[in-house]
C-alpha cells in the first residue's frame, strides 16, 4: 500500500502542502475550521508523520536509553517495567542495554546512545564503575541524565535511591533482636554508595545494641552468588563461622546458604541469614530468605518522570533526590529456633 504523504493530503483538498503542515503543527495563523478538516481529511487517507522527518523537525528523537548493570536478578527488570510505563504513556521509545557489570562497556553503551540522539538517558551504574568523567562531561554540556539505585554522589543530578541506611540498620537489628551477637556484614564494592550506607546501617546497629566487632566481621564480598560462596567456604575453612550474616544482597545471601548447606551446616540453627533486594528466588530457596524488600517498580516511575522533568525544561529543572522506604520480610533463614 503506497505511504501517504503531506504533499497527498494537500493534493486532496486543493490547499498549499504549508497549510497542511500548520495544520499538523498547530500553528496560530491557521483558521480551526481548516485544521480540523486537513486533520480529518489525513486521518482519513491515513496519513501518519514520517519519524524520523518528525525527530529532525522537533530536534528529539522520542527515544529514551536505560543503562542498567544486569539482568540476572529480578530487580532491574522490575525497575524498567516502572520506567517503559511512564515512558510508553509519554510515546518514548525505551531502548535497553546491560553493562554485565563491566565499565567499559558501560562507557560504550552511553557513547551509543549519546550518537543515536537519545533525548535522555537512566543509568544504573556498574559494580566496577570508578571514573564519571564522561557522565559528569554529559551532564555539563546539558544532557538530560537521571540515575537510580546505584548512583554516584559527586555528579549533581536528579537521582533516585532506596533509604540503604535505615533498612541496613533494621535488618541487622532483626538478627540481634533474634539473640544473635557474632553477626558478620557481606558487603558490596565500597566505591558504590549504597554499599557504604548499607555498610554504616550494620555498624550502627551493632554500636546501638553494644555489641562489640571487628573490621574482620565487614567483608567486601562483590555482589554475585559466587562471591557469596567464596567467603562463606573461606570462613568456614578457617573455622571463623559467624552466628548471623547479613548480606548485601540476596545473590551473595544465597550463596552463602547453599555453601553452608554444602558442608552440613543448617540455616538458622547454625547461621542465620538475611538479605536484600527481596529477589524471586528469596522465598523459593529452602528455608526462605528473610530479605529487605525495594520498591522496584515505583522506582522506575519516579525515575522516568524525573527524565522527563529534565527534557521538558531543557535540563532546567531542579535537581531532586528521591529516597524510597521499604520493609522487611522475615522468613524462617532468620528467626531463631526456640
Not at 37 to 65: D, F, H, R, V, W
Not at 108 to 115: F, H, R, S
Request: charged share 25%; net charge neutral.
Amino acid at each position: 500500500m503506497k505511504h501517504v504523504t503531506i504533499k497527498d493530503v494537500a493534493k486532496r483538498l486543493n490547499c498549499s502542502v504549508s497549510s497542511v503542515s500548520r495544520a499538523f503543527n498547530d500553528k496560530y495563523d491557521i483558521r480551526k475550521e481548516t485544521r480540523d478538516l486537513i486533520l480529518a481529511t489525513a486521518k482519513e487517507m491515513g496519513y501518519s508523520p514520517n519519524p524520523m522527518a518528525k525527530s529532525l523537525l522537533k530536534q528529539c528523537s522520542n527515544q529514551i536509553g536505560v543503562v542498567v548493570p544486569e539482568f540476572i536478578n529480578s530487580f532491574f527488570p522490575e525497575v524498567i517495567l516502572g520506567i517503559q510505563k511512564v515512558l510508553l504513556e509519554k510515546k518514548y521509545q525505551v531502548l535497553i542495554t546491560s553493562s554485565n557489570e563491566n565499565s567499559e562497556t558501560e562507557m560504550e553503551n552511553l557513547m551509543n546512545m549519546e550518537d543515536s540522539m537519545v533525548d535522555g538517558i537512566i543509568i544504573s551504574v556498574s559494580s566496577e564503575t570508578k571514573n564519571i568523567d564522561y557522565l559528569t562531561k554529559m551532564v555539563k554540556e546539558g544532557f538530560p541524565v537521571v540515575m537510580f539505585n546505584r548512583v554516584n554522589e559527586e555528579i549533581p543530578i536528579s537521582k533516585v535511591i532506596f533509604n540503604d541506611y535505615k533498612w541496613a540498620f533494621f535488618a541487622t537489628e532483626h538478627l540481634i533482636e533474634q539473640g544473635y551477637r557474632n553477626i558478620y556484614h557481606f558487603s558490596g564494592p565500597q566505591h558504590l554508595s549504597l554499599s557504604k550506607n548499607r555498610m554504616n546501617g550494620f555498624r550502627d546497629a551493632m554500636n546501638k545494641h553494644k555489641l562489640p566487632f571487628t573490621s574482620e566481621q565487614i567483608i567486601e564480598t562483590g555482589l554475585l552468588i559466587e562471591d557469596g560462596e567464596r567467603i562463606i567456604e573461606n570462613l568456614i575453612k578457617k573455622g571463623t563461622i559467624p552466628e548471623a550474616i547479613f548480606a548485601m544482597n540476596d545473590p551473595t545471601a544465597i550463596g552463602a546458604m547453599k555453601m553452608l548447606k554444602k558442608y552440613k551446616l543448617k540455616i538458622p540453627e547454625d547461621v542465620a541469614i538475611v538479605g536484600f533486594s527481596e529477589t524471586k528466588l528469596a522465598s523459593l530457596i529452602e528455608p526462605a530468605l528473610t530479605s529487605v524488600v525495594q520498591p522496584t517498580y515505583e522506582m522506575g516511575m519516579h525515575v522516568a518522570n524525573l527524565l522527563l522533568k529534565q527534557i521538558e525544561s531543557d535540563c532546567h529543572a531542579e535537581v531532586e533526590t528521591i529516597v524510597l522506604n521499604g520493609k522487611i520480610n522475615i522468613r524462617e533463614s532468620s528467626v531463631r529456633v526456640k
